[in-house]
């Protein structure tokens, strides 16, 4: 069902700092910083041959990615995101198997303004999941 990893997503306590590690560091392609109110988040991309690394950083309150960082303050592995070409059928196939949509269960238009939804880490083997149709 799922398809290619379409990135790994990364929350970090300094953007520039991060920035600045992935491409003077690693020598990677990295974008300018973009503010996603909706998701409470700025994000970077690391741009790589085979897929996509996401900086995330708290935007305005109560960011998910604050508590994130309350609880890991040097910042660390945020989650996954795999591409499927029918999201709703990968949700309810899923919900069927008794996996856990976060949220009220509904895609929302991710940071690529692509329909994504969020599975429950507890479902994932501690990973929290992103699912984004392509
Ligand atoms: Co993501």
Known sequence: M?????????AV????A????????????V???EDLPDHGVTVVF???DNSKIELL??????????TFLDRNP???????????LDIFAARDRLVAQGARVLGDGEP????HNKPVLFLHPKDFAGTLVELEQV
Do not use: W
């Not at 306590?13 to 520039?16: E, N, S, T």
């Not at 991060?18 to 392609?29: C, N, P, T």
């Open 13 to 16: 306590p300094d953007l520039d």
């Open 18 to 29: 991060a920035s600045k590690m992935y491409r003077d560091g690693l020598g990677a392609s």
């Open 74 to 84: 040097a910042g660390g592995m945020h989650h996954v995101c795999y591409e499927v």
């Open 31 to 33: 974008t300018d910083p």
């Open 108 to 111: 929302k238009t991710g940071a």
């Open 46 to 48: 690391v741009e790589l």
């Open 2 to 10: 799922i398809g290619r990893l379409n990135h790994v997503a990364i």
């Open 57 to 66: 950083y708290p935007f305005g309150a109560n960011s998910p990615i604050q």
